[in-house]
């Protein structure tokens, strides 16, 4: 299941869309294009990204996220329970259509079983399933319905447990499960936010993974490694590894995705700076703990940039197996 | 009382309206038009939600911070001696800054926001009010690759920041802004605090406030009282505490009065409003009180900001028991 060489690469879950797919979006929103002819492009993107993930050489693949808006937006929509309130920004130009809750969180049908399916179907490698969190759908969406936190995060955690259920049971190895706005309020929510991520993985038949980036993980160490998980993917290169420094304290004791691509920056990381990053990664981690991936998703790069950072990414972690015995 | 808002306003408008800042900042970092082209659509979005705070009743305005990228670089790109790195967290909101880092001796050579709060103050029809980012707010979100310690490098950048209160006093403004949310969260570090505040605002003659945001000041008060400044802004919606701290000692300052949740679409009643404003006038009268929001106001769709900025006029008016 897990692949048997070291450093096995992989992405954290969105691709750029094609200029064509991003047209037919909009022409969607405008009541110009009907459902299905969106379901092909988006299909047909699928495909692509599918066909080249496996001529990059990557080694657990995922679906690329072509019929996704934004990581809350897109479970936003398919829940029961949400309303979209409008464009919210997050930083620089980078905005999204933030949600609000407005009743009781639920789930009308499978949110992404019929999307696995589709995409595993086109591999021999593993595709893995990707979530966006109980906690950061919650964090990341106003709330004028539930009176406590708590309530909407847990409701979240059961919707999305139901999810992960179905996601296994079609055949689903890796899940991930994103959690980028983890330690927003570390003092106060860190165990809410464990709790709901419980209800996901508890006995779960598959090699699960939690994804946070952009914050202070400084703030949520060592309790981090308590998060029933099997991997936790981490941002280090927009921060040109910083975070390292925080897992000089105490031994990390849970499989690492190492974020070895900074998604914000236009410009191409060299192979050998790739490398030097992921050399200086293995002091603080033993390289069977390491997996390679992008810092965050690649939505907002161009389609080039995208598949150019992952050739040097692949590259990289090519050449660093070659250097351990 | 007077109506006023902490800060930022939502930089585009609603969807079908198109998104003018997003798409030129787009633009701007494909190469496709110059810096001189974007600063015009930034200019004309400022005028734009002058426009909109004008008409939604508020008296004393902001230029909506719409060329700020975020509530650090602003100022850091605007002195020597900081580099920006990575993104982090913007204390526990849903948005991002650039943590600048100090490399090197950090200081001010030219103004940084005076032409930004020129070009405001000329269009506004209304008194508008400058906003900066407080020293220690700006050193604790930073980090300090040059100073000898934190303290140094906080007071080092009251120095800085005071010339830019000295420019910004040049203009004549009815009220200058100074953002601190930071103390909230390390409050054992009022002393240092104080002591940056003194610097910071010495030798400005324009009235000052201090804001805070996102918690409460049980704990620094009523030392906060004792600081250089006319008027202190509290966040009752993210800090409910402060209406314990008001029982503690009178209340000698103009009251910030934050409290339209500016990080929630829920709605405020008139009613819960002027409950509030009733509730608070029991430590500071009326006639020492900005209403405002809890925070500044990017945190929202523009629909749901203009809302919330009409429903804050209503209040008063209803509170003053002035017809509508």
Request: charged letters at 25%.
């Amino acid at each position: 299941m897990i692949p048997s060489h070291l450093f096995p690469t992989t992405t954290v879950g969105s691709f750029p869309k094609p200029p064509q797919l991003q047209l037919a979006r909009r022409k969607h929103r405008r009541g110009q294009l009907d459902r299905e002819a969106l379901r092909d492009l988006e299909r047909q993107a699928t495909r692509e990204w599918i066909r080249r993930q496996e001529e990059l050489g990557l080694d657990v693949l995922v679906d690329g996220e072509q019929y996704r808006a934004d990581m809350v937006t897109f479970f936003a929509e398919e829940l029961d329970g949400f309303r979209i309130a409008g464009m919210v920004r997050a930083f620089g130009n980078r905005y999204y259509r933030k949600p609000v809750v407005v009743g009781p969180v639920g789930r009308r049908r499978p949110l992404l079983v019929e999307w696995f399916r589709f995409a595993q179907s086109l591999t021999s490698k593993p595709v893995k399933a990707v979530l966006t969190g109980p906690y950061t759908l919650a964090e990341w969406s106003f709330n004028e319905y539930y009176p406590q936190r708590r309530e909407l995060v847990l409701d979240l955690a059961r919707v999305l447990r139901e999810e992960v259920r179905d996601l296994v049971h079609a055949g689903a190895r890796y899940i991930q499960i994103d959690e980028p706005a983890i330690h927003s309020r570390p003092e106060e929510d860190f165990e809410l936010a464990r709790e709901a991520l419980t209800v996901i993985t508890d006995g779960l038949e598959a090699y699960t993974i939690v994804h946070i980036c952009y914050g202070d993980v400084a703030k949520i160490y060592p309790s981090m490694l308590r998060l029933p998980v099997d991997q936790i993917d981490l941002a280090f290169a927009n921060t040109r590894y910083a975070l390292l420094e925080v897992f000089r304290m105490y031994p990390f004791t849970r499989d690492v995705g190492l974020g070895v691509i900074d998604v914000l920056q236009r410009r191409v990381e060299t192979v050998e700076e790739v490398v030097s990053g992921i050399q200086r990664a293995l002091e603080v981690f033993t390289p069977r703990q390491v997996f390679i991936s992008p810092d965050c998703g690649l939505r907002t790069c161009t389609m080039d940039v995208a598949v150019m950072k992952l050739q040097a990414m692949v590259e990289a972690a090519r050449f660093v197996r070659t250097m351990i015995p | 009382m007077i109506t006023t808002v902490v800060g930022s306003y939502p930089k585009i408008p609603d969807p079908p309206a198109s998104g003018r800042w997003r798409s030129a900042k787009e633009k701007l970092e494909q190469g496709e038009i110059s810096s001189e082209e974007f600063l015009q659509v930034e200019r004309e979005v400022t005028l734009e939600v002058i426009r909109e705070q004008v008409e939604a009743g508020i008296e004393l305005i902001t230029d909506g911070q719409i060329r700020w990228e975020d509530s650090q670089t602003y100022f850091a790109r605007g002195l020597t001696g900081f580099t920006l790195n990575g993104l982090q967290r913007w204390f526990d909101t849903n948005m991002y800054y650039r943590i600048p880092v100090a490399e090197g001796e950090v200081l001010w050579t030219d103004p940084i926001s005076v032409e930004d709060y020129r070009f405001a103050k000329a269009r506004s029809p209304r008194p508008v009010k400058p906003v900066i980012t407080g020293p220690y707010t700006l050193a604790r979100l930073s980090q300090n690759r040059y100073y000898a310690d934190f303290e140094d490098f906080v007071l080092n950048l009251a120095l800085a920041l005071n010339q830019e209160l000295r420019a910004l006093d040049a203009e004549d403004p009815p009220l200058i802004q100074v953002d601190e949310p930071a103390i909230l969260k390390y409050k054992s570090d009022f002393p240092l605090f104080r002591e940056a505040m003194i610097t910071l605002t010495e030798g400005v003659r324009a009235p000052l406030a201090l804001y805070t945001y996102f918690g409460d000041v049980t704990g620094i008060y009523p030392e906060i009282l004792d600081l250089p400044f006319d008027a202190i802004g509290l966040d009752f919606v993210a800090g409910p505490r402060n209406w314990e701290v008001l029982e503690k000692a009178p209340f000698e300052k103009w009251l910030g009065f934050g409290i339209l949740d500016a990080r929630n679409t829920r709605l405020e009643s008139v009613e819960e409003l002027v409950r509030a404003l009733d509730r608070v006038s029991r430590y500071v009268p009326l006639d020492r009180v900005y209403l405002n929001p809890s925070a500044g106001l990017e945190f929202l769709p523009r629909q749901v900001a203009r809302a919330k900025l009409q429903r804050l006029v209503e209040a008063k008016r209803a509170a003053l028991g002035v017809g509508v």
